[in-house]
């Protein structure tokens, strides 16, 4: 096969690394924000479960997520007889994928999202308190701002989501990776893994650019 072939082949995975890179940050972000909120509130019962699952997930490799993800619940006979919507969802590759990298990423992204709100400086939380707004409307005017400020940090995260998707090809989800597998399982050539390398290059290469754009944006502010 040429190196044309070669590319056209693994370009057939890009769909499904793609769909899984934009579910999974979009996911994430959402619950991260939620969970983030939800810290602030300094109740032990919300706020010690929290803390529980970012150790759970951020201690924890992501590889060993899916798998436990995809392969645990089969060891359990009653969702299989009992709870049929429930299983053909974790029955479903690509959802199990999806699930492990929304729920590893938002426990990063939590951490990211919070440490912000954390660092939001004291004079704007006793500003807001003066002025007579309760926590909610304060977290309205503090929350756009600290996300704002930490757009660098999670720029990164959304790196890792990107290349986190090539685990999906470990429980048999045909993204870029599996393609790489399936060629260099037939043809065992060096260039199949370069051009691999190539792809991912080029996705990251274009987000950190839109991650740049945005975050110049959002602090054009400070620029004034």
Known sequence: ???????????????????????????????????????????????????AYIIAFTGTPLLVQLFLIYYGPAQFSFIKDNLPTLW????????????????????????????????????????????????????????????????????????????????ASTITLMDVMGYNQFLNGRYYDFSILILTGCIYLVINGLLSVIMRLIERRALRFERI
């Open 88 to 167: 053909s969802l974790l029955s479903s590759p690509w959802f199990c994928a999806y699930l492990a990298l929304t729920l590893n990423s938002a426990a990063y992204t939590t951490q990211i999202f919070y440490g912000a709100l954390k660092a939001v400086p004291n004079g704007q939380w006793q500003a807001c308190a003066a002025l007579g707004m309760n926590k909610i409307q304060t977290l309205k005017i503090v929350l756009p701002y600290a996300l704002k400020r930490a757009l660098s940090s999670y720029s990164n995260e959304v790196i890792f989501v990107v290349k986190g998707t090539a685990l």
């Open 1 to 51: 096969m040429s190196l044309m072939d070669y590319l056209l082949t693994l370009l057939k995975g890009l769909p499904v690394t793609l769909s899984l890179s934009v579910a999974g940050i979009i996911t994430a972000c959402i619950f991260a924000i939620g969970l983030s909120l939800l810290l602030t509130s300094n109740r032990w019962y919300i706020t010690k479960p929290i803390k």
